[in-house]
């Protein structure tokens, strides 16, 4: 019976999320920790996705041309359901067992629902015969995105399927940049504080509104800090990054996306000698980055590790999708 495994990298934003979803550029990359979709070809219906790290799983039925799911956790498997679900409008699903596997921490602002469905629908979709296409991939995992929160500017199901490093924009999409890392490492931390980021770009959005003067200078200056540090990236002058990297974090705590746990890890970060540290991602909890020289990288992310659960040194700028084995 056939197998597929295909894998998709978590991701971290460097510059620019939040602004990024009312249409300004942002910038991020892919990271070294994984997610690995395996599907296995199924007599009979149900079709079973299971969840290793969560110990969980759902069982789908195809039902008088619809699909039912059964399972306890339907927020879990929604996003997979919806890209089911897209696949069977085409017509040609067939039950599978699909289990997911990832090295990305949940929730913590890394790309790990993305990435999970862009493994998802490389592996699935080609067990059942479909060219697994960049559009595709993309598409579908945008699908899933769109479930996670409502309204993703698209940055991170593009990150994990293309990997490397990106300027991203809803209006102009994608384009790569080649950064220098130098001798700079980025570390990541983990504050363990989970939160859904759909709620907090809604509150964000919701705070423009009522701000929309003051906002529209934070968004100008938050495209500027993009701006500056494309050069600086492509030249290595890590000192640059790390001030911009500041800056960031300041328009991102003044948009009301940081929090203490947050503030603490980056002040940690910065006392250890980091060049610069900000929340990535959806912030209020999720993870932080910083980035400092090679010298001082291990004793930061020591030092990060007493007030974190999870602290990593990031391989940075990794292979997007993949088809692992098939
Ligand atoms: C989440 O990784 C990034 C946000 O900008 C949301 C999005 O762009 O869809 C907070």
């Given at each position: 019976m056939n197998n597929v495994r295909a894998s998709a990298p978590g991701k971290i934003i460097l510059f620019g999320e939040h602004f990024v979803v009312r249409g300004n550029h942002a910038i991020a990359g892919s990271i070294g920790l994984r997610a690995y979709v395996s599907s296995r070809e199924k007599r009979d219906w149900p079709l079973i996705i299971e969840s290793r790290n969560l110990g969980m799983q759902a069982r789908v039925y195809l039902d008088k041309g619809k699909l039912k799911a059964k399972t306890g956790h339907i927020e879990v498997f929604r996003p997979f359901i919806q890209i089911l679900e897209r696949l069977r409008e085409t017509g040609k699903i067939q039950p599978a067992i699909i289990t997911i596997d990832s090295e990305i921490p949940v929730s913590?602002?890394?790309g790990s629902s993305a990435a999970s469905a862009a493994a998802f629908t490389a592996s699935y979709g080609r067990l059942l015969g479909?060219?697994?296409?960049r559009e595709f991939l993309l598409e579908m995992s945008y699908e899933a995105e769109r479930v996670v929160?409502?309204?993703?500017?698209?940055i991170d199901n593009t990150i994990v399927v293309e990997g490397g490093v990106i300027l991203y924009s809803r209006e102009e999409g994608y384009q790569r940049i080649s950064v220098d890392m130098n001798n700079g490492r980025l570390i990541i931390a983990d504050t363990g504080v989970r939160r859904r980021t759909g709620d907090v770009v809604l509150d964000v959005l919701e705070l423009y509104d009522r701000h929309e003067r003051v906002f529209d200078a934070i968004y100008r200056a938050a495209e500027e800090v993009v701006r500056e540090s494309i050069p600086a990236l492509e030249r290595g002058e890590l000192d640059v990054i790390g001030e911009l990297m500041n800056v960031n974090q300041g328009l991102l705590y003044s948009i009301g996306v940081s929090n203490e746990r947050i503030e603490k890890l980056l002040h940690v970060a910065r006392n250890e000698g980091a060049l610069g540290a900000k929340l990535t991602?959806?912030?209020?909890g999720g993870s932080i980055i910083a980035l400092a020289t090679d010298e001082n990288a291990g004793r930061i992310k020591s030092r990060l590790l007493e007030n974190a659960p999870w602290s990593g040194i990031g391989e940075f700028g990794v292979e997007g999708v993949k088809i692992e084995e098939d």
């Open positions: 913590a602002g890394l479909f060219t697994i296409t929160h409502g309204k993703p500017s698209g991602g959806a912030g209020r």
